[in-house]
């Protein structure tokens, strides 16, 4: 998960405390071989790390014939936080 501002109308929303409002962002992330097992048996779902890798962009057609789209981390690193 990442953090982005909070935008309305062109500009960035603060709080009470004139703190910047965020919104999460949740990402797909794809770990392979040792790695991944790794990952498998120490993390959960929701759990915090910090994960170094590239992007991979698909596109695929799904069965009421409309193009979709994703974007997916493969991961190369991951620490555990």
């Known amino acids: 998960m990442t953090d982005r501002p909070r935008i ?3 500009k960035t929303v603060k709080n009470e405390a004139g703190y910047t409002e965020t919104i999460p962002e949740f990402h ?3 770990v392979f071989n040792g790695l991944g097992q790794t990952v ?5 779902k929701g759990d915090m790390v910090e ?3 590239r992007l991979h962009y698909s596109k695929w057609t799904d069965k009421e014939q409309v ?3 994703s974007v ?10």
Do not use: N, S
């Not at 498998?40 to 959960?44: G, L, V, Y």
């Open 67 to 69: 193009e979709r789209y």
């Open 8 to 10: 309305v109308d062109g």
């Open 40 to 44: 498998a048996k120490h993390k959960a």
């Open 51 to 53: 994960v170094q890798g």
């Open 72 to 81: 997916e981390i493969i991961a190369e690193e991951v620490l555990f936080l």
């Open 28 to 30: 797909r992330i794809t």
